[in-house]
T-cell receptor, first 111, second 114 residues
Framework: QKEVEQDPGPLSVPEGAIVSLNCTYSNSAFQYFMWYRQYSRKGPELLMYTYSSGNKEDGRFTAQVDKSSKYISLFIRDSQPSDSATYLCAMSAGGNEKLTFGTGTRLTIIP | SAVISQKPSRDICQRGTSLTIQCQVDSQVTMMFWYRQQPGQSLTLIATANQGSEATYESGFVIDKFPISRPNLTFSTLTVSNMSPEDSSIYLC???????????FGSGTQLSVL
């Protein structure tokens, strides 16, 4: 079993829809959770950063962490074609421990 | 956030040759890393580039194949040596501050080996 599981998709949704992206993990020591967006032929861009459980909102993006279920989510509201990218979850236990990445979900927003 | 410049952005190389990838960060960062991203797969950590000392390699990666230098706090290089088609991948430089969890990435080097 991988430490971090993420559905690779692809996921296609119409413009304006709410998108839900998810990761599950097995390591209960993880405390720091991140979402990266990666456009084709580009490096990953840090999108959301969350410590421990709870929600964090930034514009159209909301990150949720449920440590009791070992489950994290990224919601995108009012999705736009420019949101079409691969989204990677990443997490670490902190203290200079390395990040563990999910495999990424390829998302396409259809105009 | 740190801005990371990486070059070359892409290259096509012949089997048996070597390629050196350069990474420049716009601020002094404590930790720099090199990742590989193979087609359709997630990021795999190759090594941590340590300033003034040998890099720390992850399981499955060795210094002879992926020598790394880090002469100061803002610059690092990764060399892919004696390349084979299996080395075709995206190579990514990344950096963060010590005890800060946010990791930032360069734009990557897309390497194709013929």
């Amino acid at each position: 079993q991988k430490e971090v599981e993420q559905d690779p998709g692809p996921l296609s949704v119409p413009e304006g829809a709410i998108v839900s992206l998810n990761c599950t993990y097995s390591n209960s020591a993880f405390q720091y959770f991140m979402w990266y967006r990666q456009y084709s032929r580009k490096g990953p861009e840090l999108l959301m950063y969350t410590y421990s459980s709870g929600n964090k909102e930034d514009g159209r993006f909301t990150a949720q962490v449920d440590k009791s279920s070992k489950y994290i989510s990224l919601f995108i509201r009012d999705s736009q074609p420019s949101d079409s990218a691969t989204y990677l979850c990443a997490m670490s236990a902190g203290g200079n421990e390395k990040l563990t990445f999910g495999t990424g979900t390829r998302l396409t927003i259809i105009p | 956030s740190a801005v990371i410049s990486q070059k070359p952005s892409r290259d096509i190389c012949q089997r048996g040759t070597s390629l050196t990838i350069q990474c420049q960060v716009d601020s002094q960062v404590t930790m720099m890393f090199w990742y590989r991203q193979q087609p359709g797969q997630s990021l795999t950590l190759i090594a941590t580039a340590n300033q003034g000392s040998e890099a720390t390699y992850e399981s499955g990666f060795v210094i002879d194949k992926f020598p790394i230098s880090r002469p100061n706090l803002t610059f690092s290089t990764l060399t892919v040596s004696n390349m084979s088609p299996e080395d075709s991948s995206i190579y990514l430089c990344s950096a963060r501050e010590a005890l800060r969890e946010k990791l930032f990435f360069g734009s990557g080097t897309q390497l194709s080996v013929l």
